[in-house]
């Protein structure tokens, strides 16, 4: 696998744990809204399958997978935490989500356009965009709507 594959894929399966960490963190801050808090924790779990495919196939080539975020995940996290004392725990919990879910489509589309990664790399990558890009949509219409 070449050094471009390899760490694309690190990259972006550090920042596939930061939005898994983000929608388990939103669960845990909406204590008393039980639909968002059903509907966080599965998006939680579907970032899960993607976060272990990735690691699957960093170790398949021999590489270490990462098993923590990114620094600005947990800068993030903070920031979080500090923000909810200002604000509905609802709203920060989606703002968090949204920022990260864009970040994370983001790099994922700039990935996309280095064309010497594999194929397999490719198709992870834009199943990996998909859900990105499907869970910034959610967050901008709860945010939205709240």
Known sequence: MSNDNIKT????????????YGYSKGADMVEDQNW??????????????????????????????????TVTGHVAEGFTKFSTLFRDDAKA??????????????????????????????SMLTTAHAAAIQGERFADRLEDAA
Do not use: Y
């Not at 894929?9 to 898994?20: A, G, H, M, R, S």
């Not at 059903?38 to 590489?63: H, M």
């Not at 489509?105 to 064309?115: G, M, Q, S, V």
């Open 93 to 122: 919990a989606l703002s968090l989500i949204d920022d990260a879910e864009e970040k994370l489509a983001d790099e994922i589309k700039d990935a996309l356009e280095d064309e010497t990664l594999s194929v397999n790399v490719r």
């Open 9 to 20: 894929l690190t990259n972006i399966t550090k920042q596939l744990i930061d939005t898994k």
């Open 36 to 69: 968002l808090k059903r509907e966080f924790n599965r998006r939680a779990n579907d970032r899960s399958e993607l976060v272990a495919q990735f690691q699957s196939e960093l170790r398949k080539r021999g590489e270490d997978a990462p098993e923590n975020g």
